[in-house]
Nanobody
């Protein structure tokens, strides 16, 4: 069982930056792939990107260049650095964990709200 807790959300002006953190419980964190997602009001959940246990990352095209995912396995934490924020980035941001060789994200955090003002 893995528990995930996101933090770092808040209110920021357009053009600003935020770094979200996702702290994980459990001893197997380093072997998990970790994903970031977001959901705006009235919209479906949107995939942002992923970091594998190796540290390799991948992003959906619209997020490339502004968002960066990293991880610190010693701290059982994954990060989402968000730069040049826009009002349309306003959403609840979630992290999720995927087991090695797994096909789905099995564990989800509760989410953290990010609001970008114009």
């Amino acid at each position: 069982q893995v528990q995930l807790v996101e933090s770092g959300g808040g209110l920021v002006q357009a053009g600003g930056s935020l770094r979200l953190s996702c702290a994980a419980s459990g001893r197997s964190f380093a072997s998990y792939s970790m994903g970031w997602f977001r959901q705006a009001p009235g919209a479906e959940r949107e995939y942002i990107g992923k970091i594998w246990s190796s540290g390799t990352t991948a992003y959906t095209d619209s997020m490339k260049g502004r968002f960066t995912i990293s991880r610190d396995n010693a701290k059982n934490t994954v990060y989402l650095q968000m730069n040049s924020l826009k009002p349309e980035d306003t959403a609840v941001y979630y992290c999720a964990a995927q087991k090695p060789m797994g096909s789905q994200y099995e564990y989800w955090g509760q989410g953290t709200q990010v609001t970008v003002s114009s």
